[in-house]
Every structure is written in structure tokens, then in C-alpha cells.
């Protein structure tokens, strides 16, 4: 299955007025402007303006791109876990583990996530990804947020899921713990 098809099962939480872009479609589009090095609203849409001929007849789109303000709102408000999810599927599929195959395992802090930060005990998002190191691929993601979840379950949570076995794991000294 391709990735526009899988994130086409993605339900567009939108209303259907005024709507002038596939949610799949902006999602494609941000993935090719990350994909080319640019991080942030802003620079996502300046990617699709420079690029808009060759987006709108690959997209088949009626609409000129998505504005920076447009980008905001969509993945603000979009279901990170359904996102998740299909992601995790399609990259499933293309990437079939090998026996003692080496893994590499690390959560990161998203930047500009973190809430309460003059507060001991504030909140920022971190994603988990699972690395196959050689072929340069990731396996697989999870979305945290640090006062609601821990990273050592999470991680857990994502092999079990992704059903790996027979692998060999790098992770941070954080996961070398007695109870864990």
C-alpha cells in the first residue's frame, strides 16, 4: 500500500466547508518539505509555494498550497495517534527486520512543546523512534508526553506493538534499570 492511500484512511476532523485541501494531501506535502530539509509552518509553505507547480500537478490539486496559517491549524489539531498509526503500518511493510539486525532506540524533545516552563514540573512532548541503523530507515514512532508517560514503558510498548524479535537494541543508560 502507498503512503497516500494509507494516510487517506486518516479521518479529516474538518468540516467540510471552506475545505480546500485533502488532508492526506497537506500531510504528503509536509513530508516532501521535511524531507527536503525544512522544519516549521512557515518554511513548509514557502517548500510548497516554491514547488507549487509540480505539487498541484502531482497532487492533482484545484487550489493553490496551503498558506503557513493553514499548516498551523491542520496539525494542530490533527490525531497524532491515527497519524501514528498509519505511519507505523506503512513503514512496516517496506521494512522487514533481519535476525540480530541493530536497532537504535532514543526519545527526543520536540522544540517549542514544552508547557509550565518555569515550573519544576512542566511538560514537553518527546517522540520515540526505532532506528534500523544500517539501511538508515525508521521502524517505527510513539508520541509522549513527559508528565503524562515515561519513556522506559514506551518503548516497551513500541517493540511489543511492532513485534520485533531477534534484534540487537542501542538505548540511552536511562533503560538500564533493576525494576525496569
Not at 4 to 30: A, K
Amino acid at each position: 500500500m502507498q503512503l497516500i492511500e494509507v494516510l487517506s484512511t486518516i479521518e479529516d476532523y474538518r468540516s467540510p466547508l471552506g475545505r480546500r485541501h485533502s488532508l492526506q494531501n497537506i500531510i504528503i506535502m509536509s513530508i516532501l518539505g521535511v524531507m527536503s530539509g525544512k522544519s516549521g509552518f512557515r518554511e513548509l509553505a514557502r517548500f510548497m509555494k516554491n514547488n507549487e507547480v509540480e505539487l498541484r500537478q502531482l497532487l492533482k490539486l484545484r487550489h493553490k498550497v496551503p498558506s503557513h496559517v493553514t499548516l498551523t491549524t491542520v496539525f494542530k489539531e490533527l490525531d497524532f495517534s491515527k497519524f501514528n498509526e498509519s505511519f507505523n503500518s506503512w513503514a512496516n511493510q517496506y521494512v522487514k527486520l533481519q535476525e540480530q539486525e541493530l536497532l537504535s532506540i532514543d526519545g527526543k524533545a520536540i522544540a517549542s512543546t514544552t508547557t509550565n516552563s518555569h515550573n519544576s514540573y512542566q511538560n514537553f512532548v518527546s517522540l520515540i523512534s526505532i532506528f534500523a541503523s544500517k539501511r538508515g530507515l525508521v521502524v517505527g514512532c510513539q508520541k509522549i508526553e513527559n508528565a503524562k508517560a515515561s519513556e522506559i514503558p514506551t518503548v516497551k510498548e513500541l517493540i511489543e506493538k511492532l513485534d520485533i524479535e531477534n534484534c540487537i537494541f542501542t538505548l540511552d543508560a536511562l533503560h538500564c534499570q533493576k525494576k525496569q
